[in-house]
């Protein structure tokens, strides 16, 4: 299995619409991905590691499916109106990553 | 439910023991918190969202909690320990972000 995670910076004037993330945004997208896209995880920043610090991301998603071909096949067709939907609810540029799941759950 | 993201930044000159991450260093974890900690799940880079472009962390590791206060209850009395054992798999200092899981599976 692997995850895309979808990080957005977090900063002073970072602006992110929680709501429209988690009502409109991710469900669009899983609906555009169909079974290429097993399921979706939703993180909202809280804090950061040090004592008072702020968390180095407002939000992020988290994309999992079986392979890269199976994501890059359910994603790619619909890339343009995915990312075209992200200045809906931010105003910062995320930070991509693809990572093999390794330990799903211990 | 909360999530405390362990990320390890990638790098030209990162060096990562996924083996001894993943068969010594989080079961330790997990042994020490006991049941403050709910479980871990372990990622490992791949690449970054852009074409040929290398993932932002070598690696990431990520421990699911009820709260915060859960949490601090668990690793605050073994931090000196946990932390200690960081240089035995990576030369990189990770950053640490605590997320309210939002959506834990859609």
């Known amino acids: 299995m692997i995850k895309v995670s979808v990080m957005y910076p977090n900063g ?3 602006r992110f619409d929680d709501d429209y993330y988690r009502e409109r945004h991710m469900p669009m997208v899983k609906e555009l991905m169909g079974d290429a896209l097993m399921y979706y995880t939703i993180d909202r ?3 950061g ?3 008072a610090s702020n968390a180095p991301y407002i ?6 499916c079986d ?3 199976a994501f890059q096949a ?5 890339t343009k ?3 075209g939907d992200i ?4 105003n910062q540029t995320p930070v991509v990553q693809i990572s093999q799941v390794v330990v799903g759950q211990a």
Chains 1, 2 share one sequence.
């Not at 200045?87 to 931010?90: A, G």
Request: net charge negative; aromatic share 10%.
């Open 87 to 90: 200045p809906n609810y931010t």
């Open 74 to 78: 359910g994603f790619g067709p619909h």
């Open 67 to 69: 392979s890269v071909d």
């Open 12 to 14: 002073p004037d970072a």
């Open 45 to 47: 920043g809280m804090a």
């Open 49 to 51: 590691g040090a004592p």
């Open 59 to 64: 939000a992020m998603g988290h994309l999992f």
């Open 81 to 83: 109106e995915i990312m």
